[in-house]
């Protein structure tokens, strides 16, 4: 990826501020240390590569050169956006989803933070926020996508079945463009975050619907239910085989079908 080429295919949307690196250890942990500097609303850090990129919990995210897609976007929560954390991970997906369905794949959120294609992660979110007390004062969303078969990490690091947007759509990716689709529905559903619209959209690209599936807490509590879809606040409502519906929130919770 060379910076002129990323800041042409970008120069039509309203970031206020674009880093590029060519390799950095996180482009979360970049955007982190310049949203504390004063980075704008919209200051986006992308890579070619990361060497030390995040997941979730404790996992870590790969992205070798030239292969996949890794940037983290600084949002600095407006008043109406206050209140809707889980939101901005959901966000981050549909905005992938959208990009991604524009190119004829189908395209499915893991809720709370993948992106599947035929039950395969290829996108994962990683969304974090510092506090000022009890207001966030940034949001820090992380993408990060696979684009070609290299950016597919080994089976064996893996707990989840993995794969590239190359591979399932069969034809090369344009990664500039790709990720400017991306940016672009983000800035448009970022417009609609405090809408009905925005969790109807979620909702509509939630995977394993109508599926038994199984969610582990942080505490390591399993929960076991059939997925029935999205509350109007983005939890996610499970029927379980006896006893009544439950909603599990938004938190450092894993979801798995149980086949
Ligand atoms: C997950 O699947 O657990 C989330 C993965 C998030 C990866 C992206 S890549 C860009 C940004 N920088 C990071 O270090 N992580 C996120």
């Given at each position: 990826?060379?910076?002129?080429?990323?800041r042409t295919?970008?120069?039509?949307?309203?970031?206020?501020?674009?880093r590029?690196?060519?390799?950095?250890?996180?482009?979360?942990?970049?955007?982190?240390?310049?949203?504390?500097?004063?980075?704008?609303?919209?200051?986006?850090?992308?890579?070619?590569?990361?060497?030390?990129?995040?997941?979730?919990?404790?996992?870590?995210?790969?992205?070798?050169?030239?292969?996949?897609?890794?940037?983290?976007?600084?949002?600095r929560?407006?008043?109406?956006?206050?209140?809707?954390?889980?939101?901005?991970?959901?966000?981050?997906?549909?905005?992938?989803?959208?990009?991604?369905?524009?190119?004829?794949?189908?395209?499915?959120?893991?809720?709370?933070?993948?992106?599947?294609?035929?039950?395969?992660?290829?996108?994962?979110?990683?969304?974090?926020?510092?506090?000022?007390?009890?207001?966030?004062?940034?949001?820090?969303?992380?993408?990060?996508?696979?684009?070609?078969?290299?950016?597919?990490?080994?089976?064996?690091?893996?707990?989840f079945?993995?794969?590239?947007?190359?591979?399932?759509?069969?034809?090369?990716?344009?990664?500039?463009?790709?990720?400017?689709d991306?940016?672009?529905?983000?800035?448009?559903w970022?417009?609609?975050?405090?809408?009905?619209?925005?969790?109807?959209?979620?909702?509509?690209?939630?995977?394993?619907?109508?599926?038994i599936?199984?969610?582990?807490?942080?505490?390591?509590?399993?929960?076991?239910?059939?997925?029935?879809?999205?509350?109007?606040?983005?939890?996610?409502?499970?029927?379980?085989?006896?006893?009544?519906?439950?909603?599990?929130r938004?938190?450092?919770?894993?979801?798995?079908?149980?086949?």
């Amino acid at each position: 990826m060379k910076e002129d080429n990323l800041r042409t295919a970008l120069a039509d949307l309203p970031l206020q501020g674009l880093r590029f690196f060519a390799q950095t250890s996180s482009t979360n942990d970049a955007a982190l240390t310049w949203a504390a500097d004063g980075a704008s609303d919209l200051s986006l850090v992308v890579a070619d590569e990361q060497t030390s990129g995040r997941g979730r919990g404790s996992r870590r995210w790969m992205t070798p050169a030239g292969v996949g897609l890794a940037f983290s976007l600084v949002l600095r929560p407006k008043p109406a956006e206050m209140g809707l954390f889980p939101h901005f991970t959901a966000l981050g997906a549909v905005a992938v989803c959208e990009a991604v369905g524009g190119r004829g794949l189908a395209p499915q959120i893991k809720w709370p933070n993948d992106v599947l294609l035929g039950q395969k992660k290829f996108s994962g979110i990683l969304c974090e926020t510092s506090w000022l007390g009890d207001t966030a004062e940034y949001v820090v969303l992380g993408i990060g996508v696979n684009v070609a078969p290299g950016s597919v990490p080994p089976a064996q690091e893996l707990n989840f079945p993995v794969t590239c947007l190359e591979t399932e759509s069969g034809t090369p990716l344009d990664r500039l463009s790709l990720l400017r689709d991306i940016l672009q529905a983000l800035i448009y559903w970022r417009s609609l975050l405090p809408s009905p619209l925005f969790v109807r959209m979620w909702d509509q690209h939630l995977a394993f619907r109508g599926q038994i599936v199984e969610i582990r807490d942080e505490h390591g509590q399993v929960l076991r239910g059939t997925l029935e879809g999205l509350e109007s606040d983005g939890s996610l409502r499970l029927r379980p085989a006896k006893g009544n519906v439950f909603t599990v929130r938004f938190g450092e919770v894993h979801l798995h079908p149980v086949v």
